[in-house]
Nanobody
Framework: VQLQASGGGSVHPGGYLTLSCAASGSSFSHSVVAWYRQAPGKQRALVAYIISAGTPTYAESVKGRFTISRDNAKNSVYLQMSSLKPEDTAVYYC????????WGQGTEFTVSS
């Protein structure tokens, strides 16, 4: 499964944004898909993942603010983000979970006033 993230940009603190992850490959509906992020000067970290049946798991830092969802018919996974904070600024990647080392380009967004 090949995955590509999109939807980044710039938002103000407290704002919201939705990232999209488009998948190619016939096994997408059976795959666990995750969002990771890498903030400037920091290591890449798990944000959330979602299993094929749709059950999500979140990092503590985003719980209650981010929602991961998937549409298997559209081969897509989404990350809805609200109450954004400057510390959410990062490059966001979608990948199968656990990661295989193939990260793609990622999509970057900045939270700043």
């Amino acid at each position: 499964v090949q995955l590509q993230a999109s939807g980044g940009g710039s938002v103000h603190p407290g704002g919201y944004l939705t990232l999209s992850c488009a998948a190619s490959g016939s096994s997408f509906s059976h795959s666990v898909v995750a969002w990771y992020r890498q903030a400037p000067g920091k290591q890449r970290a798990l944000v959330a993942y979602i299993i094929s049946a749709g059950t999500p798991t979140y990092a503590e830092s985003v719980k209650g603010r981010f929602t991961i969802s998937r549409d298997n018919a559209k081969n897509s996974v989404y990350l809805q983000m609200s109450s954004l904070k400057p510390e959410d600024t990062a490059v966001y990647y979608c990948t199968t979970f656990p990661p295989t080392g193939s990260w793609g380009q990622g999509t970057e967004f900045t939270v700043s006033s």
